[in-house]
């Protein structure tokens, strides 16, 4: 069997302590993982976190496009989740927690928000799957299991972290050139349907409000091709 303190106890092993001073117990700069074999305690594995180097400047990168207040929710140990949220710039961490404990984090920021705010969640693991599923906007990483990719709204190709901003960029850039195009079609078939009832329209303004409009919503459209 192999997992942290709490399945331990949960399945019935133990080694003479509570899990509390198990926990107590674990280095504050690394997750531990416990081994149990025929029931007994085995041995354990301490996990130290590594920081992408590209997460600093992705969180700067977000403040810089209005995206201020970042969270991070995971079940490693607490200490180890706060002093990868100092590194990095991150609000408010939690450690510890299970799926359903990050399903109901999220349930209390989104009732805190009262629809002023919406929130995005980034994920790449099996337990987060849940958690992609009920945040407003979730984000799946390329590289992430098949329960996180199937259940995220946007998936990112690769494990680079520095893409979330380019993708927020992206997101915005294309509901632009949307607003653009249904103004621009609306707008000039109103113009056409003027004309005519001043009786200056014919039968070639009706083409171009038909046809030509729709040339230049595409050519319009095609500038996202450009973005990296």
Do not use: C
Request: aromatic letters at 2%; charged letters at 20%.
């Amino acid at each position: 069997l192999l997992g942290n303190a709490g399945l331990l106890k949960d399945k019935g092993v133990a080694d003479g302590r509570t899990e509390h001073e198990i926990n107590a117990a674990e280095p504050a700069d690394a997750s531990v993982v416990y081994l149990a074999v025929d029931g007994k305690l085995a041995g354990r594995i301490e996990l130290v976190a590594s920081i992408r180097p590209e997460a600093p400047h992705t969180i700067h990168e977000l403040r810089a496009l209005g995206i201020d207040r970042h969270l991070l929710l995971s079940g490693d140990h607490p200490a180890v989740v706060a002093s990868v949220a100092r590194s990095t710039g991150i609000d408010y961490a939690e450690g510890h927690l299970l799926p359903e404990d990050k399903v109901a984090a999220v349930d209390r920021m989104l009732a805190a928000s009262a629809g002023s705010a919406s929130l995005a969640y980034v994920g790449d693991g099996i337990n987060d799957a849940p958690v992609l599923a009920r945040a407003d906007v979730s984000v799946a990483m390329g590289s992430g299991s098949d329960a996180a990719l199937e259940s995220a709204d946007i998936v990112i190709q690769g494990d680079d972290l520095a893409r979330l901003p380019q993708t927020v960029r992206l997101a915005r850039k294309t509901s632009r050139i949307v607003r653009q195009n249904i103004s621009l079609t609306l707008g000039l078939k109103l113009l056409v349907v003027a004309l005519a009832i001043i009786g200056l329209g014919g039968i070639w303004q009706a083409i171009f409000a038909d046809v030509g409009v729709s040339l230049l919503a595409v050519f319009n459209a095609l500038r996202l091709i450009r973005e990296k």
